[in-house]
């Protein structure tokens, strides 16, 4: 009876349990850091350039 073949088995059971832990683990840390990307309409209302050449010294200006 050969018992490196048992052994030979298990190891590759262990070895692909983990990597399939591995991966799991991994694809739920990038769900995780997806969900802390902005939402589509965030992202939709982009980038206002406001000119700031004409606003004096100490002035308090309102830019919706």
């Known amino acids: 009876m050969d018992h ?6 298990r190891s ?5 349990a ?9 694809t739920s840390g990038l769900v ?3 969900s802390m990307n902005p ?7 982009g980038i206002t350039n406001i ?3 004409n606003i004096k010294a100490g002035a308090r200006i309102s830019f919706v």
Not at 4 to 9: L, T
Not at 18 to 26: K, L, Q, S
């Open 39 to 45: 939402a589509a309409d965030v992202w939709g209302r």
């Open 18 to 26: 983990y990597a399939m832990g591995a991966i799991a683990v991994g």
């Open 51 to 53: 000119d700031l050449k």
């Open 4 to 9: 490196a073949q048992p052994q030979n088995r």
């Open 32 to 34: 995780m850091i997806n």
């Open 12 to 16: 590759f059971l262990t070895y692909t």
